[in-house]
């Protein structure tokens, strides 16, 4: 069959036989198919348009979908696959409907559209034969890894491994791979180890699966990286490096590079670790692969300042500078400043004409989150001067001390004071450039739990403050994030803390009330209190009012109201000065 299809040109006339000679032949591998595939597969398309061969209609397009996902085209691989389901609906066979489905699932996942990935998968999930539930189940574990919900991953994995009849079948072992990683994200290192092995077992044999025993080895190292086995977790990695750079894959070997150099760090072994990042760099750039060039810079900056390279040091830091703004400042600048202008033309017209179109809300919401992104560019660029401020600072101070004057030394205090406050100012910043709600991990909260988790983290600084808190006995539960809570709570009774009054023990009261059919929930302390004219400013980002007594970044109440705003809540406070500071807010509440 493989010789007949090689022997067509694009401009032969196929018969129908050759029709399905091409449909098999689309199953093979890209590699082994004929230069001219592409124009074969179009004369044939066209040919069982002609004949309304729905049937092959739905093979031809759905096999040349999935032509083009191993070729990493994924605009074709969506288009063959999406006309593959309009065919398979004109068929009526809902097995016809799950194959295409399940393409669609995988492209979303490739292209990391993991929402839509498990929309996809999930209406697969209908009406599937049999042998698709495998695919079905090992697609939706794998999206859910890469959402890092590891244990409904581990659910769906158990199910695909239901659906193998013999445990020796490979899929199988290919399954192990996958529920190893997740247990080892889940930190369930010893059944991670378990599992690895056992495909490694399975996979031994099996020349053709270098791939597949490279991802168990990779695995290995990190597991064993991870329980503070450097030695072996190093002799892991070199194996699974050595199996990548033999197979040609370029990414795959570059991030065990990576890898690599982390064990040499940790084994302070810092030549190794140089050469290993070293390495990198002249495959990253040829290859494109960008975050991994970026991350080996990063790494080689601090080796070289560990290694007291400072010339070199130096030198990679003005090329990550340059690195960075190549590649993110001059096509952001324009575009965010022509982003800005268009929002504010849109928020004029929405005020006078008080219209809500849904297409301005999507636009609006695009513009927000590229707005989001270029705070976080500009703020994680900042950070990379800065430290190199604090390295060489501390640098003088180590290799000078003696021969600096007392005022000298106090200058490079008040440096290292300032770039550690800056540095701080910048986490704050960060945080509240990229706050925002992710659906799959909205959950019904308790929030007595909640609080117990930030008194266990705040324990120490209760314990100096000797504070006395007392928390109501009935506490709602609260449907949102748990993260955010914390944040959140944690937030508010540090800020009890730092503000409470010097002459008297600090009280902080938690209690939840309802009120105008809203049920609230208050943090009230005891504290030095806020002025009426400035309640409302503290809310806002950068506001501070005790910039000399207190170190503070001006964030923390913002990114309060912004939370709250995120669930379509309030918040507000009452205070007063010398007396102390009431903060309520609600937010949905679980019935």
């Known amino acids: 069959m493989q010789g007949s299809i090689n022997q067509h040109s694009s401009d032969e006339k196929l018969n129908q036989n050759d029709l399905w000679e091409i449909v098999e032949s689309l199953n093979n591998p890209p590699t082994i198919l004929p230069n001219n595939i592409v124009s074969i597969v179009e004369n044939a398309l066209i040919l069982a348009e002609?004949?309304?061969?729905?049937?092959?209609?739905?093979?031809?397009?759905?096999?040349?979908?999935?032509?083009?996902?191993k070729r990493q085209n994924y605009g074709e691989a969506k288009k063959h696959t999406k006309l593959a389901l309009q065919f398979a609906r004109e068929c009526e066979s809902d097995e016809k409907i799950t194959a295409a489905r399940i393409n669609?699932?995988?492209?979303?996942?490739?292209?990391?559209?993991?929402?839509?990935?498990?929309?996809?998968?999930?209406?697969?999930?209908?009406?599937?034969?049999?042998?698709?539930?495998?695919?079905?189940?090992?697609?939706?574990?794998?999206?859910?890894?890469?959402?890092?919900?590891?244990?409904?991953?581990?659910?769906?994995?158990?199910k695909a491994k239901n659906e193998v009849a013999y445990q020796t079948d490979l899929r199988f072992a290919g399954l192990y791979i996958c529920t190893g990683y997740a247990l080892y994200r889940?930190?369930?290192?010893?059944?991670?180890?378990?599992?690895?092995?056992?495909?490694?077992?399975l996979f031994k044999d099996e020349p053709a699966y270098k791939q597949e025993m490279a991802m168990c080895l990779s695995n290995l190292g990190k597991i064993t990286f991870s329980q503070g086995i450097y030695d072996e977790s190093l002799g892991h990695t070199q194996k699974s490096l050595l199996l990548y750079e033999e197979l040609q894959n370029p990414q795959f070997a570059l991030s065990e590079l990576l890898c690599l150099a982390k064990i040499y760090l940790e084994l302070n072994q810092l030549d190794f670790a140089y050469d290993a990042l070293k390495k990198m760099l002249q495959p990253s750039t040829k290859e494109d692969l960008l975050q991994l060039y970026i991350q080996a810079i990063r790494m080689i900056i601090d080796v070289t300042k560990k290694m007291k390279k400072l010339k070199e040091c130096i030198d990679y830091q003005n090329e990550?500078?340059?690195?960075?703004?190549?590649?993110?400042?001059?096509?952001?600048?324009?575009?965010?400043?022509?982003?800005?202008?268009?929002?504010?033309?849109?928020?004029?017209?929405?005020?006078?004409?008080?219209?809500?179109?849904?297409?301005?809300?999507?636009?609006?919401?695009?513009?927000?989150k590229e707005l989001?992104?270029?705070?976080?560019?500009?703020?994680?660029?900042?950070?990379?001067?800065?430290?190199?401020?604090?390295?060489?600072?501390?640098?003088?101070?180590?290799?000078?001390?003696?021969?600096?004057?007392p005022e000298v030394t106090d200058f490079l205090q008040y440096?290292?004071?300032?770039?550690?406050?800056?540095?701080?100012?910048?986490?704050?910043?960060?945080?509240?450039?990229?706050?925002?709600?992710?659906?799959?991990?909205?959950?019904?909260?308790?929030?007595?739990?909640?609080?117990?988790?930030?008194?266990?983290?705040?324990?120490?600084?209760?314990?100096?403050?000797?504070?006395?808190?007392?928390?109501?006995?009935?506490?709602?539960?609260?449907?949102?994030?748990?993260?955010?809570?914390?944040?959140?709570?944690?937030?508010?009774?540090?800020?009890?803390?730092?503000?409470?009054?010097?002459?008297?023990?600090?009280?902080?009261?938690?209690?939840?009330?309802?009120?105008?059919?809203?049920?609230?929930?208050?943090?009230?302390?005891?504290?030095i209190g806020i002025e009426k004219v400035h309640q409302q400013k503290v809310f806002r980002i950068f506001q501070r009012l005790n910039k000399e007594d207190y170190k503070v970044t001006g964030i923390g109440l913002a990114m309060c109201k912004k939370i709250v705003g995120l669930y379509d809540g309030e918040i507000d406070i009452d205070s007063e000065v010398g007396v102390g500071t009431r903060v309520y807010f609600h937010l949905p509440v679980v019935n």
């Open 50 to 69: 002609k004949q309304s061969d729905k049937k092959l209609l739905f093979l031809l397009h759905l096999r040349f979908g999935s032509y083009w996902i």
């Open 104 to 158: 669609l699932g995988i492209i979303c996942t490739d292209t990391n559209k993991l929402n839509d990935a498990l929309s996809h998968l999930t209406k697969a999930l209908d009406k599937p034969a049999t042998h698709q539930k495998f695919n079905i189940y090992a697609s939706i574990a794998g999206v859910y890894t890469r959402l890092e919900r590891q244990e409904a991953a581990l659910e769906y994995f158990e």
């Open 186 to 201: 889940l930190e369930r290192y010893d059944e991670a180890l378990k599992d690895i092995n056992i495909a490694i077992e």
């Open 320 to 368: 990550l500078i340059e690195i960075q703004f190549e590649y993110f400042y001059p096509e952001k600048k324009d575009k965010i400043e022509a982003l800005l202008n268009k929002k504010e033309e849109k928020i004029d017209v929405l005020i006078l004409k008080n219209q809500k179109i849904e297409k301005q809300n999507q636009q609006l919401q695009q513009y927000n």
């Open 372 to 405: 989001e992104q270029y705070a976080f560019i500009i703020a994680h660029d900042l950070k990379e001067p800065l430290c190199n401020i604090s390295g060489f600072t501390t640098l003088l101070k180590g290799q000078y001390q003696q021969r600096l004057n």
């Open 415 to 527: 440096i290292e004071s300032g770039t550690q406050h800056m540095h701080q100012l910048l986490e704050d910043l960060l945080q509240y450039s990229t706050i925002r709600i992710d659906h799959m991990k909205v959950k019904t909260v308790a929030l007595t739990n909640i609080i117990q988790e930030v008194f266990e983290e705040a324990k120490q600084s209760l314990s100096i403050k000797e504070a006395h808190i007392s928390i109501s006995d009935e506490l709602p539960s609260l449907y949102a994030e748990s993260k955010h809570i914390k944040w959140l709570l944690s937030q508010l009774i540090r800020n009890s803390l730092k503000f409470s009054h010097r002459d008297r023990i600090s009280l902080i009261e938690i209690r939840s009330y309802e009120q105008n059919q809203k049920i609230f929930i208050e943090v009230k302390d005891n504290g």
